[in-house]
C-alpha cells in the first residue's frame, strides 16, 4: 500500500526506507505549507490594493446644477404658522418648516413654501412657476413632472421673481423659459442631496 515501507527488506533497508518516506511527508507538507501562506499573502495584497484604489483614487466631480444658497436649519414651526424670519431665497431651499410636508404631486393651487420646504428637506425637488394662466409652459412642465421621479412637486408661486424656478435642498434653478435639459439635469443631480434622502414625499 502506498506511503508503507516493504517487509521484504534489511533492518537497514527499511530504517532508510522510512527516513526516506518521513522526509518525503515533510518536504509535500511544507509545499503545502508554503502554498497556503502564498495563497494568504496574495488575497492580503489585493485585499490592500482594493482598499487603497477605493480611498485613495481621485472623487469623481459631480456635475453641479443650479446656485448653492444658504442654509437656513431644519427648524419645524407651528403647523399652518407663517411665524418666522426671511427665507435666502425664492422660491425657498431650506429653512424653518411645518411638520407636515407637501405630497410631491402637481398642483394647480399655489402651495405654502412652509410644507414645501420639508419636501425638500425629504429629497424632493420643487418646480414652480409664476403665471398659473401660461397653458403651454403648465404643459410642459406637467410632461415632465410624469415622466419623471415620483419626489417631484409642480405647483404655481405667484411670488417666484422668474417664469420657472427649480428647488431643492440647499439649491436653485431660475429659468425664463421652459428648458427640458436643464431641468432634467437639476433633478437628476439634486433629488435625494438632502439631510433626509430616504424619507417619503
Avoid at 53 to 77: C, D
Avoid at 82 to 111: F, L, R, V
Amino acid at each position: 500500500m502506498a506511503g508503507q515501507v516493504p517487509t521484504n527488506l534489511t533492518k537497514k533497508e527499511r530504517k532508510d526506507q522510512a527516513k526516506q518516506l518521513r522526509k518525503s511527508q515533510e518536504f509535500s507538507e511544507k509545499v503545502k505549507g508554503n502554498f497556503t501562506k502564498i495563497i494568504i499573502a496574495a488575497l492580503v495584497i489585493v485585499a490592500i490594493g482594493a482598499f487603497v484604489f477605493v480611498f485613495t483614487r481621485p472623487a469623481v466631480e459631480k456635475k453641479l446644477v443650479g446656485e448653492a444658497v444658504s442654509e437656513q436649519g431644519r427648524e419645524h414651526i407651528a403647523q399652518g404658522s407663517t411665524e418666522h424670519g426671511s427665507y435666502s431665497s425664492n422660491p425657498p431651499t431650506s429653512g424653518p418648516h411645518w411638520p407636515q410636508q407637501a405630497e410631491c404631486k402637481i398642483y394647480t393651487q399655489e402651495i405654502a413654501d412652509e410644507a414645501a420646504i420639508h419636501s425638500l428637506e425629504h429629497g424632493a425637488a420643487w418646480i414652480s412657476y409664476k403665471n398659473k394662466t401660461d397653458s403651454a409652459l403648465i404643459k410642459k412642465l406637467t410632461d415632465l413632472v410624469q415622466k419623471n421621479s415620483n419626489k417631484l412637486l409642480l405647483s404655481p408661486r405667484s411670488k417666484n421673481d422668474s417664469s420657472i424656478a427649480i428647488a431643492s435642498w440647499g439649491r436653485l434653478l431660475k429659468l425664463e423659459e421652459f428648458d427640458e435639459q436643464q431641468t432634467n439635469d437639476f433633478i437628476k443631480a439634486n433629488i435625494n442631496n438632502s439631510p433626509e434622502p430616504f424619507a417619503a414625499c
